[in-house]
């Protein structure tokens, strides 16, 4: 085994709870609780090792529908599968378990490859899943991953060849200088309120992504009216939570308008925006226009003249008509 993957047992009946570590620690290593009360005191200690649980309904302190209850309204908790185990083989009873959280349900007497079936399979895509999501989406701030992001720009920008779309991209002025002086609990904190702060501004009506360590996009639909205050409001919600930091983001709009190219180039093109913004009093957002390209496309500044978010292999910069004359400069 490449790592250790626990079960935790929860039964009340010990010649019940025997056999099945003895089925079950073949292949895992098994912790075993009397009662709910006492599996809930197991996973707070080990919660983060266990790869499934099995569970007795009928119990004395806490029943299993109980525990479900708990576990299901813990986030930390509510993503472990459970098998419940029960002794009766009826309909309403499979039901009940499964409309309280349950992943599986068995029936007693055991049978040992049924249930070392079973927990394999679940086992198996509750790993999967959890990789995927590990994929998907950015561990720190729960939002999309960079490689995602693209893919669902992509994706809907195919669906919907007749909406209008908008790249908005958002970069934090001295986040190294944050994390060394504040510390990285601090740095990842207010990259949490940052991605919380664009996702509640998308709504339903876009996605949002994590491009870097402080720099993050979004696609949404077109809207004409931008205005300084729709940032500035931000701006102040996040230093709010944050004493006398003073945070300053700035944003680069770029509005689709060649679907042929490419969704790092986009984002290239809004981050340009926002970096040419930097250092300025006053101005929060700027528009990717064709005063900007034609200077970007004239200098072809080097890597080092404004941070490229995209690895070295994937940045292209070719310079192809783009969007309407805007505020960038």
């Not at 708990?70 to 309403?92: F, G, Q, Y």
């Not at 309280?100 to 927990?119: M, S």
């Not at 996040?238 to 680069?252: A, E, Q, R």
Request: charged share 25%; net charge negative; proline share 2%.
């Amino acid at each position: 085994m490449l790592f250790e993957r626990k079960i935790l047992v929860v039964e009340d009946n010990e010649i019940n709870r025997a056999a099945l570590c003895v089925i079950l620690s073949s292949q895992y290593t098994v912790l075993e609780a009397e009662n709910g009360a006492q599996a809930l005191s197991l996973l707070e200690k080990y919660r983060e090792g266990i790869s499934l649980i099995l569970l007795d309904i009928v119990m004395p302190v806490m029943d299993g529908y109980t525990f479900l209850k708990h576990l299901k309204a813990d986030h930390r908790l509510n993503s472990i599968p459970v098998i419940v185990t029960t002794s009766n083989n009826s309909e309403l009873d499979e039901v009940a378990a499964l409309s309280n959280g349950a992943t599986d349900f068995i029936t007693k007497p055991y049978r040992a490859q049924v249930i070392l079936q079973r927990a394999a399979g679940i086992i198996h895509l509750r790993e999967t899943s959890v990789l995927i999501h590990q994929i998907q989406y950015d561990r720190v701030t729960g939002v999309y991953s960079k490689e995602y992001f693209c893919q669902q720009v992509r994706d809907i920008l195919f669906r919907n060849p007749d909406v209008k779309y908008d790249i908005l991209c958002s970069d934090i002025e001295d986040f190294k200088l944050i994390n060394d002086t504040f510390g990285m609990d601090a740095g990842d904190r207010l990259l949490r309120q940052v991605a919380e702060l664009c996702t509640q501004r998308l709504g339903d009506h876009g996605i949002c992504g994590r491009l870097n360590a402080d720099q993050f996009a979004c696609l949404l639909e077109h809207r004409e009216d931008y205005a300084d205050e729709m940032f500035t409001q931000s701006d102040s919600r996040i230093n709010s939570g944050f004493g006398d930091l003073n945070v300053i983001i700035k944003y680069g709009i770029y509005t689709v308008e060649d679907r042929e190219v490419s969704v790092e180039q986009m984002c290239d093109r809004a981050l340009l925006a926002a970096n040419n913004i930097k250092g300025k009093y006053g101005k929060h957002f700027a528009l990717y226009d064709d005063k900007l390209r034609g200077r970007y496309c004239a200098g072809r500044p080097s890597r080092t003249a404004w941070r490229q978010p995209w690895p070295r292999g994937n940045s292209r910069s070719t310079c192809s008509p783009s969007t309407r004359s805007g505020t960038a400069d």
